[in-house]
């Protein structure tokens, strides 16, 4: 297993490579970096000369990743387009916060997923079956944006109503708070809401599937032949069965997640990774983009490895040689 | 005789699908008595199997539906129990062992957490320790060698005989009054089926648990069954000691399986199948259900018309037979299987 | 429920495989014989070709139906928007800024607070939004039928190399790619929208034929074809893809959807179709400042959204039951 682990992480380190080669292609492709900054008038002859130079930008491009690169693993990505900025110090801050709100949104959408997915399989084609099917459509057909504005006029006509505030609609913590957490999880509830409901939509989907698969199973009934409760039959021998591809899913899901944090903190003005992505994105400085990305695939590696080794652990019947 | 171990009366059981409503068991009866062991043969689809998961409670409702008739058990009727009352007994008073192995055992839980599981959920005072000693003694007497050690190890560590040991060990873990075996050795590889079959004759010795052998397989029945009921379609079609049944049948669909049995004495190319298919069970012919496969029926009116009820045969004591012509039969099966040789 | 006369379609069991033999053994029973021939219906083994069934499963999908039917209309709707509009879309009627919806003049939808009216916005929005989600649909399933047939079909270093490429993308966090893409590359116009989206849409599709072909190509009737000298494209095209367009043809139709929401998505952010363009996501963007007070600006167009993505995902579903052949017909 750890042979395994190892090997695979070694794997993923020439997989990095490329995809670091594919992403810095795709950006200096995509347009001249230095356009946004000539067109500033602030910004002199000279310095536009010294950029070049510091970012190589004469040479061609396989050269300037090259040098990228070296600047990205010795340096924390170094700085930004004008040299002002150094890009870890930011990217680590946003990372922490995105990180609170992924984990928070995911282990909420699992939970309320599990239970709808084993109740709407256990009850197939009941009216709660048939209700669960439809919020998952919702939840497919929902732009996030849209959910987390109409979360946030609702909640802000609550406040304006009766003056009590219940969640924040805005930013990721006051300035001078009494109580931290509960501050926190007040400004943090809406994004989750917003960004879990595409979650619960697809895990719950999943887990209604694994578990009809699974619960007109030959071993469900030897359980229940042996006289074992409905209850434990359903925990023990059926669910246990169905996380199994569901956990997977979830873990290969990260990536869409991600991409729903980045609409989610842009409408809520939250300081993570996905409005620091926007807000550089609209600068167009290509290197802080870039470096964002760079995080963005190794985080999404991971998750991949970790989908692998979840995958092993919770089934027996995988071995790695 | 005793009092019978399970009394099966009149059971209906349907199934309702979207192309109508399926009559998988239409009124069957039959007793099984203590330390006996009752053979149920038939074509896939009989309604063998359904009859047993019936008298469990284990068909799935919807789209199972049991409409009518009694199972009793104990002196109770297992179709009134509540599920908690059936869990009691399934498992503890009745023991069943599934076809396919494989498939029948939990693959994520160890073949230890699953025989202990059987033993815990019936006795609730038997401590961890106490299942696990106990579930590595019925390894053990199912011949599972090393018990020890397979204790702790996963279905797909087992080969597939060893897999259906297990099942039986699980099976019998509670001392169980009646063994239900539906087809236990159909997915085993033949030089397996043997040891197979040894360690289920065993377990019978051992617990004194009277046996439902559910099979397609008339080798098996042969070898293992005291007495014989043939289902066809749902229903009953003839019953009677195996002796009797493999001698003297009395019901034109038991000959027609006996023509189709493999002997040793015997070309292969003279291997009879009954000519046809199994009925539809949601759009079943009128009268006899057997008729249109029948080679007595010859376009009798009375075989499309009236079905024949399950009577008493001239043959011996507890032989019946639902034929209208069944003493046609009596006239000498060997000429008449010869005849349908012949025919063809 | 026995065939049609004359059907000239081999019988197909439920599951799609060629039917067993109505009749095994004694060739003494046939059609002819009065004695079976009487009761036929209770012996046959039903038999419907796979149309049939198809057709049979999905009219019967209610949820599906309907949703097919608001599909049309909204979609004939948005397409024909310069007939059905009662505005243009950058028609201003300062007198009549900000109406709530009414009946009113036909602001059905209400006006923005340039009195331009609403429901003409949306209709034109939508038209843009349908036009760019059926060119990526299009798009994305040439795209990923070509590469997932050529990479099961050849196999081997082809495969390989899709494959892994295949990978690469899904490595990608995709909608972060979409919009670093669409900001880099995107110059507002709904078509280059399109074919950034597509660009990155046609994974799982690929994988998904990728799959088929795999299991298809070791079939029979391939091996028939190639014995008969057929060139490998006439394989892939006239022998496998026929069979394995099931999946292909949900897949498309749930494509349908995704792009709706990640152009609406773009657009709302400022990378997508920008203004003068009407675009459902930049008309949300717009509405977004006086979203407390004019609550129609915001919630109008993203209902649409809503409206159009719910009838997809429905009839995706039905036709993905209707289309798998294992599936049963829901009692």
Redesign the interface.
Known sequence: MLVYVVRRFLYSIP?LL??SF??FT??SV??DPLSEVKRRPNVSQVTVQQIVERKHLDESIPVQWAYWLKDATTNSFGTDLLGNRPIWPDLKRVMGNTLQLVVAAELLAFTIALAMGVISAKRQ?SLFDYGT?TFS??G???????FA??L??IV??IY?ATDVRIFYTANLSSPNPENFLLDRIQHLALPVIALSVLSIATYSRYMRASMLEVV????V??????????RKVTV??AM??AL?PVVTVAALN???V???A??TE?VFALDGMGLY??RQ??E?DAYP?MA??MV??V???LF?LLADILYGY????IRYE | MSEPVLSVRDLVTEFKTADGIVHAVDHVSYDVYPGETLGVVGESGSGKSVTVMSVLGLIPQPPGRIVGGEVIFGGRDLLKLSQQELQQIRGGEIGMIFQDPISSLNPVLTVGDQISEALLTHNSKLSAEDARKRSVELLHAVRVPNPDARFDQYPHEYSGGMRQRAMIAMAMANQPKLLIADEPTTALDVTIQAQVLDVLQQAQRETHAATILITHDLGLIAEMADRVVVMYAGRVVETGDVETIFHAPRHPYTLGLMASLPRLDMDLERLQPIPGQPPSLINLPPGCKFHPRCMLSHGRVRCRTEEPPLAPTAGGPGHRSACHFKEELADGVAALSADVRTAS | MSKPPGDPLPDTGPGGAPAEPQLQGSPSVTDDDPNTALYREGLEVKALTQWQLFRRKFFRHKAAMVALFVLVVVFTAALLAETIAPYGYEELDLANATLGPTLEDNHFFGTDKLGRDYFSRVLYGTRTSVRVALVVALLSTVIGTLIGAIAGYFGGWIENVLMRTTDLVLTLPGLAVLIAAAALLGNGSPYRVAVILALLLWTSLARIVRGSFLSLREKEFVEAAKASGASDWRIIFRHILPNALSPIIVNATLVVATAILIEATLSFLGFGITPPTPALGSLIEDGRNSMLTDWWLVTLPGLTIVLIGLCINFLGDGLRDALDPTQQVRG
Not at chain 1, 221 to 230: H, L, S, Y
């Open positions: 997989v490329l995809c594919i992403i795709f950006v995509s347009g084609y099917t459509f919702f497919f057909s929902m732009p996030v944006f849209w504005l109409i946030q006029v802000t006509n304006l007109n199973s030959d071993y009934r030897t359980a229940r032949a042996k006289g074992v409760p409905e023990h021998h246990r069965n199994i990260f990536g869409t991600l991409g729903g980045v609409v842009t992505f926007i994105l609209g167009r983009v964002w990305l963005a695939a985080f999404v590696i991949n919770l089934d027996p019947r």
